[in-house]
């Protein structure tokens, strides 16, 4: 079966590759995915070996060896090298910076009538009644007031509760 991506490096990448591979200061990772490189060259340089053969020789599933190829084709050598892949997962904020100021102003007042302190729940019901935000899940105020060092255990002020202090 022909290989959906088949690498040929440059003089340049080639070298950069064994740059990194003779330093020896980069993650384990990233000196494999430059050696998987290295093999997998179908250029005039390279030695063109299969996937099966590099999977075997340094100990990898046939799978990574044709992910590090695919990186290497579609994004380049940077992202070809990287160990872990960046970005992908960027999600969209629920709360922007006004209602995050609304949810912690109301966190820091008091809390509704016949409660000691504010619930999670509460507050996620209360920012909804007043028309700050649309519904939103409790987990997100809670990582809202947790990014803003304002528990509801703490005062908002970001001083925490006194503690006991040993006896002397």
Request: hydrophobic fraction near 35%.
């Amino acid at each position: 079966m022909a290989k959906k991506y088949v690498v040929q490096l440059t003089v340049q990448e080639r070298q950069r590759c064994l740059d990194l591979i003779r330093a020896g200061q980069a993650p384990a990772r990233s000196i494999m995915h430059a050696q998987v490189l290295l093999k997998s060259d179908s250029g005039p340089d390279g030695p063109a070996w299969t996937d099966d053969v590099i999977s075997q020789a340094f100990e990898v599933s046939t799978v990574t060896v044709a992910h590090i190829r695919q990186a290497q084709v579609t994004e380049g050598l940077d992202a070809a090298l990287r160990h872990y892949q960046t970005g992908g997962r960027e999600y969209q904020r629920k709360l922007d910076g006004h209602q995050e100021a609304q949810l912690v102003a109301l966190a820091c007042g008091p809390p509704p009538e016949g409660r000691v302190r504010w619930t999670l729940r509460l507050l996620t019901s209360r920012m909804v009644e007043l028309g700050y935000t649309a519904p939103v899940s409790y987990n997100t105020v809670s990582r809202v007031l947790k990014k803003t060092n304002c528990g509801l255990g703490a005062s908002c002020n970001g001083a925490s509760r006194p503690t006991r202090t040993p006896a002397s």
